[in-house]
């Protein structure tokens, strides 16, 4: 089943509301006002069921000039529009801008409807049609049928069911039930024992009742209490329903027209839209720099301030790219469709299409902006990915984080990664909750920067292996998360472009230095602790005439390292094999006898109390004797 919303445009009084009434048998002007005056002010919705057996969607808009806001925001989502000119009057002003409305909303799927044939004579309808095909040519309506109807008689309205039903099934593009949900509000009332009721057309994505959503750009969580399609429940509805949900946790004062619902978390707000700005050939006005305008899009209408980032000004027929300095907040995604309308008089003087919904602010004319503008323009979904995660290099960017920015989902999110993985332009580091994307080309520019820092550390500290790894993340990478840090040292180990010994890195194939000062230095230690055997000598006391201290703890480092010597306690070292030979020793002992003494301790291996006391509690730090209570006491650990 297909899934098409069905709305008119046109002229005040050239009888939408009429035709509607006539093809439906329901009337849309709901409110006792627009009866009594006999006009549409607010938006109308019924359906209509095809002779395929779908129920299409109707939206019927009001043709006031006083009302565009409300026409504009009833556009939203159509799928095919029913533009009706009356015979007698023919085209008319609102007609014009109706068309440049939907024009510039990119809803051009249209059926011209001649409507009150009964008024006129066939010589007057033919001079009529005459008019419409010189106003159409060269128009996305150039191609668009025309069909000469009366709402009052019902003449023609056969041909017209025929051609609609032709057009929804054979034209009509179907709305995309894949990407994050979107449900921008036109209605929000409240009804005694339900509470909070939204409507609005499901523009895209896929609702479930179970869904946690959000209101945006209140930002307020919402349940879902029911889901109704025209007037039916349901668990599920989809891109390109009406659909009236009624909310729980929310009150309807807190929401207007305007408002978003879609998925939590799925969407940011922002006060700044960078755009590309067409202005009309018919506009009567020249557009400045910071100039005040109503931007309409969706079903929101916001003040806001252009900033013309490419030039002076933007002339009827031109188009430039603009940052808009909303001033409310608004949750919406690039590729969205936008108009806008002087602040006063309020008029129509052009629109165009959202290039990044969530941007910072911009100066004019600096040649970077514009050129990432026009990629963002041009490029794919993947291409404005790899920018946002370019902007990213000293955090990394997680996909979820992405999604957000871009109001795609995160499978649509995960794929473009991939892709750019794949091109080899992003890393990835899968992480338990998200996946962390990186841009090869910061990959790059840090791993060059950490490459010489290794080089520098490594050429002043020849006997060190290299810089401690959580010195590095504290002095190049302290954005990074630690755990994300870790991962990517991994990778650059992997990858062969750094070297991790332990917790040290260095370049790859980086080796301490074993030169003439490191085998007197080591010479001298391994001698020290060969010959004080367990009468350990103070390192502090020990000796290297013309080597400086700091390379003789580097060098006792590296002794240390290769297990040749080990610490037993602060300021005394010894042989490796000594304390093996002394673990052997105490273990024997500890199976003849339950406890062991420093006395004891002191005795075998023929030492001082000074030396037996760190011998024994360096056997306890490795886990082969512990405290009995007593400090001089040990037993088996
Ligand atoms: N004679 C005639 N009158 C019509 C026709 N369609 C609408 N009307 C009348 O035109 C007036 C305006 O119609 P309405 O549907 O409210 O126009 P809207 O403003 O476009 O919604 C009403 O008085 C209708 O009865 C038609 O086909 N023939
Ligand atoms: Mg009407």
């Known amino acids: 089943m297909k899934n098409v919303i069905i709305g008119t445009a046109g002229h ?5 509301t009429t035709l509607i009434k006539a093809l439906t048998g329901r009337n849309t002007d709901r409110w006792e006002e627009e009866q009594r005056r006999g006009i549409t002010i607010d938006l109308g919705f019924t359906y209509f069921d095809l002779p395929s057996g779908d129920r299409a969607g109707i939206i019927d808009v009001p043709g006031h000039e006083k009302f565009i806001n409300n026409m504009v925001a009833g556009v939203v989502g159509m799928d095919l529009v029913l533009l009706v000119i009356a015979a007698d009057e023919g085209i008319m002003p609102q007609t014009r801008e109706h068309m440049d409305i939907l024009h510039l909303l990119g809803i051009e799927k249209s059926i011209v409807v001649l409507n009150k044939c009964d008024l ?6 033919e001079l009529v049609e005459e008019e419409i095909k010189e106003e159409f040519e060269g128009t ?3 191609q668009a049928p025309v069909v000469k109807v009366s709402a009052a008689t019902g003449k023609g309205l056969e041909e017209l069911v025929e051609l609609i039903s032709h057009m929804t099934s054979d034209e009509v593009v179907e709305k995309d039930i894949h990407t994050i949900p979107r449900l921008p509000i036109d209605r929000a009332f409240s009804l005694s024992g339900f509470g909070t009721v939204i409507t609005g057309t499901l523009v895209s994505g896929t609702i479930r009742k179970e869904d946690m959503l959000e209101m945006y750009p209140i930002g307020k969580e919402s349940k879902i209490r029911s889901i109704q399609v025209h007037g039916e429940d349901k668990t599920v509805c989809y891109a390109g329903q009406r659909v009236a949900i009624n909310l729980s946790n929310i009150k309807k004062r807190e929401i ?10 799925s969407m940011k707000t922002a006060d700044l839209l960078d755009v590309r700005l067409n202005v009309l050939d018919s506009s009567m006005r020249v557009l400045t720099n910071h100039t005040r305008l109503h931007f309409f899009t969706g079903t929101s209408e916001i003040l806001c301030r252009a900033v013309l980032l490419d030039r002076e000004e933007i002339g009827p027929g031109e188009s430039g790219l603009v940052q808009l300095r909303l001033e409310e907040s608004i949750a919406v995604r690039r590729g969205d469709k936008f108009i806008v309308r002087f602040y006063s008089p309020m008029e129509t003087i052009g629109g165009g299409v959202v290039l990044e919904p969530n941007p910072g602010i911009k100066k004019r004319f600096r040649e970077e902006v514009i050129e990432e503008l026009k990629r963002k323009e041009s490029g794919s979904s993947a291409d404005v990915i790899e920018l946002h995660v370019k902007e990213h290099r000293e955090t990394m960017i997680t996909v979820s984080e992405l999604a957000k920015l871009t109001a795609l989902s995160a499978e649509e999110v995960k794929k473009d990664v991939e892709e750019l993985e794949e091109q080899k332009k992003v890393h990835l580091f899968a992480m338990r909750k998200d996946t962390y994307v990186w841009h090869t080309e910061a990959a790059e520019e840090a791993v060059r920067t950490l490459k ?9 500290y020849p006997y060190r292996y290299g810089i401690k790894k959580a010195e590095v993340q504290a002095t190049y990478f302290s954005k990074m998360r630690p755990n994300v840090f870790d991962r990517m040292i991994e990778m650059m180990a992997e990858k062969g472009w750094i070297m991790r010994v332990d917790e040290f890195l260095c370049t790859p194939g980086y080796n301490v230095c074993k030169d003439e000062t490191f085998k007197k230095v080591s010479g001298i230690l391994l001698d020290t602790f060969e010959k004080s055997r367990f009468d350990f000598v103070r390192y502090s006391e020990i000796k290297c005439e013309g080597t400086p201290r700091e390379i003789c703890d580097d060098i006792l480092n590296i002794l240390l ?8 306690t602060d300021d005394m070292y010894t042989l490796t094999s ?6 052997k020793l105490i273990l024997e002992r500890l199976a003849e006898s339950p406890v062991i003494t420093i006395a004891e301790v002191r005795d075998m291996f023929s030492t001082s109390r000074k030396s037996a006391k760190p011998i024994l509690e360096y056997m306890d730090s490795i886990k082969v004797t512990k405290k009995t209570g007593g400090e001089s006491e040990r037993v088996a650990y």
Do not use: P, T
């Open 578 to 583: 000594y304390m093996e030979e002394a673990r």
């Open 452 to 460: 010489s820092a290794l080089s520098s550390y490594e050429k002043r």
């Open 12 to 16: 005040i009084d050239h009888g939408k």
């Open 120 to 125: 006129v004579d066939e010589e007057w309808l």
């Open 256 to 265: 207007q027209r305007g408002c978003v619902l879609a998925s939590k978390g």
């Open 140 to 142: 996305f309506l150039e």
């Open 561 to 568: 390292h290769e297990e040749k010597a080990v610490k037993v």
